[in-house]
């Protein structure tokens, strides 16, 4: 059964770090195309933060997170981290991770992965981030 599961949540003061692990069972990480990060803020639509693609470890950011956030993995035990550093208010969110196997007759570019959560097949339960003084 392919499951993905998130922690590291937590509530966090602005300027403050947080970080996420999002552990893959039932599937190793090179079995899907990439893996991503993506938040639901109240009244928002969803954002791909960051995604990384299997075979090469190529990583997208969104502008919003660039510079602070850095998206990683652990091949062996396969988990995709996500590193949050001088964290915002308007960071705070439901963090979940998602991913999606092999498309054909092409995968999208890692940048169209993590810009379209509506079409990934598996997501994890997510986990809750805030950031308030």
């Known amino acids: 059964q392919v499951k993905l599961v998130e922690s590291g949540g937590g509530l966090v003061q602005p300027g403050g770090s947080l970080r996420l692990s999002c552990e893959a069972l039932?599937?190793?990480?090179?079995?899907?195309?990439?893996i991503g990060w993506f938040r639901q803020a109240p009244g928002k639509e969803d954002e791909g933060v960051s995604c990384?693609?299997?075979?090469?470890?190529?990583?997208y950011y969104s502008d919003s997170v660039k510079g602070r956030f850095t998206i990683s993995r652990d091949i062996a035990k396969r988990e995709v981290y996500l590193q949050m550093d001088n964290l915002k208010p308007e960071d705070t969110a439901v963090y979940y991770c998602?991913?999606?196997?092999?498309?054909?007759?092409?995968?999208?570019?890692?940048?169209?992965?993590?810009?379209?959560?509506?079409?990934?097949?598996?997501w994890g339960q997510g986990t809750q981030v805030t950031v308030s003084s």
């Open positions: 990384i693609r299997s075979h090469d470890g190529l990583t």
């Open positions: 998602a991913a999606d196997p092999p498309r054909y007759p092409s995968d999208p570019t890692i940048e169209a992965f993590c810009n379209m959560p509506g079409d990934l097949g598996y």
């Open positions: 039932g599937f190793t990480l090179e079995d899907y195309y990439a």
